[in-house]
């Protein structure tokens, strides 16, 4: 089994500051790409940022020059850093790898379970 676990969540003001953290455990033999996404109440769950085992980026318009993704391959972590916050940017956040399952060598996507980010005066 595959497990994804998503911290750093939680409420902020307008301008501040989120680092969001995702570990990844369990059977994984390879992870190829490794992700955020987020859905706001109401709509579509949307790409926030990637990153491949190259070092390709790519984010969405809507947060270049204000998030960053990083990963520490050691750990199996993938982190988001969210700095100048804004109140569109309120929404669930889950992470996702794109992984290749050690037993199966399936390459599937994995998903974390989300985590809360508001940001509200």
């Known amino acids: 089994q595959v497990q994804l676990v998503e911290s750093g969540g939680g409420l902020v003001q307008p301008g501040e500051s989120l680092r969001l953290s995702c570990t990844v455990s369990?059977?994984?033999?390879?992870?190829?790409?490794m992700g955020w996404y987020r859905q706001a109440p109401g709509k579509q769950r949307e790409l926030v940022a990637q990153l491949t085992t190259t070092g390709s980026t790519n984010y969405a318009d809507s947060v270049k020059g204000r998030f960053t993704i990083s990963r520490d391959n050691a750990k199996n972590t993938v982190n988001l850093q969210m700095n100048n916050l804004k109140p569109t940017d309120t929404a669930a956040y889950y992470c996702k790898v794109v992984a290749e399952e050690r037993l199966s060598l399936r390459l599937s996507d994995y998903w974390g379970q989300g985590t809360q980010v508001t940001v509200s005066s």
């Open positions: 369990g059977t994984i033999f390879s992870i190829y790409v």
